[in-house]
């Protein structure tokens, strides 16, 4: 996977992470990005979906109208910001969708879902390299009504289908301090018909693996066990979720849209504005935090790799 | 989110009450029974899955599906039962501000992160799941809608962090 350094989403903002709602409002409200890993990644997303598509797609048949306007968004969107690749015709109800990245053809009736092959949701998501997870907006609540989940941080679509947005994020630790989680669920409930905001969100891979879902762990989840201050380099990956929110202006549920990125620490370290910020994160990080994204592991040997670019370092972290 | 473990208490200022229970629920109904009758209102059951037997998911699928709104379920028994309910109190509008749920026998099922398997557990402690042979530490992340808590992947003594 190649990995380009200025495309990079640098998620860090202070020296010291901490739980912050860090959204911005997107003007023009977009949803998706299309990027030079395109093919590469929708290639990846559609064999991970023919060999394990119930790991990869869930739904609640009350989610189809939703999923209709989420198709609509996305490939109105693909046409609209990338008019060299994407096209999208309408004649009445009847839609052509041409994807010239790929070179394939869509024909359907719209809401007619006799006239597509996949639910709805499926299929746009097979456009676009994000992950997207349609939350359902009903009883004052957000319940994860859909999703297509392809490159998942450690967590099972499967699961947590129909689970409510609260429910969600009980294990994430210290997310109900301060009434953090409420806060937030309170901001996604107010966000406007047709707005979209973004996000970043980080956590640590070993090795350029996107699709790391919990079904799997047993297989991925050995290797941080495998990493030393020598192969830090090459293996410890920064991931980063670019995560936006839309409100669906017609049936007033939120499409959730995940963009990951990866950046090996072998990249990361030419960068000594970004190296010192992220070195300066990964040694205060809580302990609770390390262990619940799996860094207590080898978080020892990353900051050895890092301290080849940082001497002394260490030692002004704990003059501080 | 429905809390399962809590003990019942008396909702007040209902149009209508309706409970449901089997024989070691109805032990926990028995009180919450006494206190409706005492404040007068109306109420249907307690709706017994003994005494029904196999008319039983009829009879409280024709009771739910007529209440009006206003109308408040208890529900006490073994997990089996009270899932069972729920499913059908879900169906006929009820949302979980018009119920409350009580399970008495104590068993809980756990979620295979591998293959999706359920397990029903007497305890919390580590396991090996039947169906892929997966270890699996049971969590508190529980799902409604799987009526399960997850199962997280041990390897090799260590959990999944």
Partial sequence: MSSSIHEFPFPFEENEYRYKNNSVLLDPPRSITVDDRYEEELDLKRRLLVNHHDRCYQSLSHSLEAQWEVLRLIFYE???YNPEDFQLKRHGNEWIFQNHRL???ERFIFRDTGSIELEPLDLAGRHVQEDLILMGDRHGDLFLDAGQLCFPSNWSLVFTLGMDFKSIHDPVPGI????????????????QPGQSWERKNWSITIGPKLDTHLETYAEWGKLRDQVTEDNAGDKVHLRVEVQRLYRLPVNNDVLFTIHTYLLPLVKLVTHPAWLRQFYQNIISLDQDIADYKGISHYQEAMLAYMER???GERNSQHDR | MIDEHQDLTLSTGKQNYVLVADQQGLRVLAPLLEAIRD???????PLLEEELQDRFD????????????????YVAGSRR???KVCRIAYASGFTDGDMQVKVTDGSFRIFCSRCYMITERVDFSVFICDSCGLKLEPSTHYSRYHDAYLGYPVLGG???A
Avoid: C, M, T
Wanted: charged residues 20%; aromatic residues 10%.
């Fill in chain 1, 78 to 80: 693909l046409a609209q």
């Fill in chain 2, 158 to 160: 260590d959990s999944h």
């Fill in chain 1, 309 to 311: 670019w940082l001497p």
């Fill in chain 1, 103 to 105: 070179q394939e053809e």
């Fill in chain 2, 39 to 45: 404040i007068g209102s109306p109420y249907e059951g």
């Fill in chain 2, 58 to 73: 009829h009879v409280v699928d024709s009771i739910l599906g007529r209440q009006k709104v206003g109308s408040y379920l």
């Fill in chain 1, 176 to 191: 109900q301090q301060h009434h953090f989680i409420n806060k937030v669920h309170r901001f996604i409930k107010r966000i």
């Fill in chain 2, 81 to 83: 039962l009270v899932q």
